[in-house]
């Protein structure tokens, strides 16, 4: 069946430096992929909209020079958290729809872990 | 933005008991569905009930939907042990059916 595959699994990067998180679909082709940030006990929050060939759309709150979101290909989608703080430690999980209207996918998300 | 509020958000049953949780949303809605997710793990997708459906059985399941109250409830019926997980609701809107928005989600705990 399809799958959505996360990587890295879990990272611990240093304050002020940069960590990328893939997110791909490994056996369909996704124009739309979602990026999460769910932080310990709560619930996941969109953080943006990630669209294959052009710019991402952002929730409200969320920092676009932050997090930067690529979507080169209609398989990959990256976020960036750039300068990442220790406040920027969280579980990111991505998201692909299918094509069929319902149908969607989740990685198995992405512990960041700033120091 | 969070849409979605759920109760309880903490709920303790004993195992081979019926645990009842409740979403509530803002906005109209294409569909909703259940997931789960266990501690620190992706989630699972359980159920999804259309807009225009009432009621979904899928197993242990049962997902019913008001759309006059705009709410939902998930019950699992004779719960085991191994149904210990975080619970969430999330809606899609007419925007994109894939853009989910989730409940703040019930965390349920069944002892053996």
């Known amino acids: 069946g399809a799958v959505v595959s996360q990587h890295p699994s879990w990272v611990i990067c240093k304050s002020g430096t940069s960590v990328k998180i893939e997110c791909r679909s490994l056996?369909?082709?996704?124009?739309?992929m979602f990026w999460y940030r769910q932080f310990p006990k709560q619930s996941l929050m969109l953080m943006a909209t990630s669209n294959e060939g052009s710019k991402a759309t952002y929730e409200q709150g969320v920092e676009k020079d932050k997090f930067l979101i690529n979507h080169a290909s209609l398989t990959l989608s990256t976020l960036t958290v750039t300068s990442a703080h220790p406040e920027d430690s969280s579980f990111y999980i991505c998201s692909a729809g299918l094509g069929n209207g319902n149908t969607i996918y989740f990685g198995e998300g992405s512990w960041l872990t700033v120091v | 933005s969070q849409q979605g509020e759920e109760d309880p958000q903490a709920l303790s049953i004993q195992e081979g008991e019926n645990a009842t949780m409740n979403c509530s949303y803002k906005?109209?809605?294409?569909?909703l569905q259940w997931y789960r997710q266990n501690s620190g793990r992706g989630l699972v997708h359980l159920i999804l009930i259309r807009s225009n459906e009432r009621e979904k059985h899928s197993g242990r399941l049962r997902v019913t939907l008001d759309t006059s109250k705009k709410s939902s409830s998930l019950l699992i019926t004779a719960s085991r042990a191994a149904d210990t997980a975080s619970y969430f609701c999330a809606t899609s809107r007419g925007d994109s059916s894939y853009k989910l928005i989730f409940g703040s989600g019930t965390r349920l705990l069944v002892r053996p």
């Open positions: 906005t109209s809605i294409n569909n």
């Open positions: 056996d369909f082709q996704a124009t739309t």
